[in-house]
């Protein structure tokens, strides 16, 4: 997404971050935008606080200190900004045309929202492995970028550009693979099995994991990306279903009320 900052002229004097901690782009929008005031939102208390210990941290640069973005709760979202950006969230929001919405409400007119997110390839392997096994699936469905576009236009974004691309990462046995997916959030499928799981079913994951080998023995996932960015189109009047025209008017159009012709 950094690299797309640099079609788009408009200079942002506020800058909102959605979940600025997971998405890990502070450094990235301060170094862009070094003028603009910067706010960070984040959905729970853990990871306000762990935003807010970030940016008072001792290593944190003196220059960037001064400058240090605001840092709240994502329900007390300010308005007014021209830039909203979120790196790998929107898939984590139950509604994803709802959230769209919110954010174009936020945003100025000709403001303009960057974000990326995870979509419908992400984890096919690991869904095979599970319904192979006779499990929930290990991950709710992630939205289409044809269907995050049209989400948008109706949200009132105007000429949404989207694209994608697909990542394939590699770990060395099963147990490394699990640790960073962890770290990629939970699972939040409506399906997901909601008891704590046995060393015996976590035996059965691990070999289920080994039909990921690739021919060089590593085990392989599938992630794609999907990047979206749009402005924010002036609101339009709305149009009536019909025309109106009165009795004089229709009067006035017929040929008798015009008179004899020459």
Known sequence: MAQRLAIVRLQPEAVLEWWGFTGASGALLAAAYPKARR?????????????????????????????????????????????LWSNMALH???????????????????GFVMYSCL?????????????????????HEFVD??????????A???????????????????????????????????????????????ERLHAGLQMLARPDGRLGLSFEVVYGHAFKAAPRMPQRDGSEVSLEEMRALLPSARGPRS
């Open 39 to 83: 706010i960070v939102v984040e959905p729970n208390d853990e990871l306000l606080l762990r935003s807010r210990s970030e940016v008072r941290s001792p290593w944190w640069p003196l220059r960037s200190r001064r400058n240090a973005p605001e840092v709240q709760r994502d329900d007390a979202a300010p308005g007014g900004v021209q830039l």
């Open 92 to 110: 984590g929001s139950p509604d994803p045309a709802a959230q769209l919405a919110r954010w174009q409400g936020l945003l100025d007119v000709g």
């Open 119 to 139: 979509g419908p390839d992400t984890l096919r392997e690991l869904r095979q492995v599970y319904q192979q096994l006779g499990w929930p699936p290990p991950a």
């Open 145 to 154: 970028m044809h269907d995050l576009g049209d989400m948008m236009v109706q």
């Open 156 to 202: 009132g974004f105007a000429d949404p550009v989207m694209d994608q691309e697909r990542l394939e990462l590699t770990w060395d046995s099963p147990q490394a693979l699990l640790v960073e997916l962890r770290s990629l959030g939970g699972n939040a499928s409506p399906a997901r099995w909601q008891a704590l799981r046995t060393p015996r079913w976590r």
